[in-house]
């Protein structure tokens, strides 16, 4: 499977998901520029980096989710393309109406940057597939937003429909994120947003690899 | 020219840790009666039509659009 990474001014974690990506996939992304409204055919997963696109201005992922490119990647993910937002990428698919909810202020109003842990709430999505349901895997954070909220209706839908894919565990929850969610992915499946760094986990240099499984998993190379 | 002014709050219910922030601020500073705060954002916007209606219709879809998360936000609008 082909992946397509998504450039905006101000991300900052492109490089490390191209790197990600290139390692586990073997082959390089494509790279597409903000204003670009075209990604390769055969491109199977777009990802969106975390980062401060627009200096966070007005709301955070609110000017990039309104760039050309996104209305490709709206288009793309209709048509049952794989897409995931990491960070400011998650911030983005929310502000682009890809995903339910928002990601408000830290309820300690800190920027967090640390290590959490993460339960794996739906191991049956094509992300999470190479992760056994329950298990909790180490995962890094950093970011000021990451807040989940949503109104009450829309929380009992996302929750009846198993689309949480990703819980902090309850002592490690970093930003008061309504019932620990770290990652949801859409009704159909194929989007995914998580506030948590998967690519800074990947091989044993970070310390760990708990993240690989999410990449290998959307890349197809797990057994379904 | 038309001058206006967008007003975006947090919806109620909506928690607004910013909010309470400031409210604990205030205390600090001898303010004793206040009851609550709860912060949001004002955009002064100038446009170039005449047509007060349109510039109320132009107005809302920019609220929408772009200036509030109807997720988390309300928003109105005020002709000066």
Redesign the interface.
């Known amino acids: 499977m082909k992946a397509a990474v998504i450039l905006l001014p101000g991300l900052n974690r492109d490089r490390d998901m191209i790197a990600a990506l290139t390692k586990i996939s073997g082959q390089a992304p494509q790279t597409v520029w903000q204003t670009e409204t075209s990604i390769d055919d055969d491109v199977d997963l777009i990802v969106i980096p975390g980062g401060f696109s627009y200096g966070d201005y007005l709301r955070c992922g609110a000017i990039a989710a309104r760039m050309p490119v996104m209305q490709t990647v709206r288009e793309k993910a209709e048509k049952g393309t794989r897409v995931i937002g990491v960070c400011n990428g998650f911030q983005i698919l929310l502000e682009a109406g890809l995903l339910p909810g928002a990601l408000m202020r830290n309820a300690s109003l800190k920027f967090v940057c640390r290590e959490v842990r993460l339960e794996v709430a739906n191991a049956n999505t094509v992300f999470t597939q190479g992760y056994s349901q329950g298990q909790v895997i180490r995962c890094p954070v950093a970011h000021h937003d990451g807040n989940y909220f949503t109104d009450a209706d829309t929380l009992a839908e996302i929750e009846a429909n198993n689309q949480v894919a990703f819980r902090y565990t309850a002592d490690t929850n970093p930003n008061g994120s309504l019932n620990n969610i770290a990652g949801i992915v859409n009704k159909a499946g194929n989007v995914l947003g998580m506030m948590p760094h998967p690519e800074n986990l990947i091989e044993p240099a970070h310390g760990g690899s708990d993240g690989r499984a999410l990449f290998e998993s959307a890349l197809g190379l797990v057994e379904a | 020219m038309i001058k206006a002014r967008v007003t975006v709050t947090l919806k109620n219910?909506?928690?607004d840790?910013?909010g309470k922030?400031i409210e604990h601020a205030l205390g600090g500073l001898g303010f004793s009666g206040v009851d609550s705060v709860r912060q949001g954002k004002v955009f002064d916007v100038v446009l170039e039509t005449s047509d007060r209606a349109r510039a109320e219709a132009e107005l809302k879809a920019m609220g929408e659009?772009?200036?509030a998360?109807t997720?988390?936000e309300d928003f109105s609008v005020e002709v000066i």
Do not use: D, M
């Open positions: 219910g909506v928690l840790p910013q922030a659009k772009l200036l998360n997720v988390i």
